[in-house]
């Protein structure tokens, strides 16, 4: 069955450690894609993760104006 909800929530760093800049943004993301059943799936962060299988740079946002190639191949390149 399909998850609700992205299953990288509880171990997410941007949320875990905190990097955005206020409640509001954290708010803001998890409402946009997180939470939202077949929008997290859309979130460039759950995207590179997935075809990776390696750890997201923090600095990469759900709505990240690099490409999902792009992102990969920093990820890569690690
Ligand atoms: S930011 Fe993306 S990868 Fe992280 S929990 Fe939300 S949907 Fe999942």
């Known amino acids: 069955m399909e998850n609700d909800v992205c299953k990288?929530?509880?171990k997410c760093p941007i949320f875990v450690k905190g990097i955005l800049v206020n409640d509001?943004?954290?708010l803001a993301y998890k409402n946009?894609?997180?939470l939202v059943?077949?929008?997290?799936k859309t979130c460039k962060?759950?995207?590179?993760a997935q075809a990776t299988g390696k750890p997201v740079p923090e600095s990469?946002?759900?709505?990240?104006?690099k490409s999902l190639e792009e992102?990969?191949?920093?990820?890569?390149s690690k």
Do not use: E, V
Request: with cysteine.
């Open 32 to 34: 946009m894609y997180c």
């Open 60 to 65: 990469i946002m759900p709505n990240s104006s």
């Open 37 to 40: 059943p077949g929008k997290y």
């Open 71 to 76: 992102i990969i191949q920093i990820i890569n």
């Open 24 to 26: 509001f943004a954290d």
């Open 45 to 48: 962060r759950y995207l590179a």
């Open 8 to 10: 990288n929530l509880d």
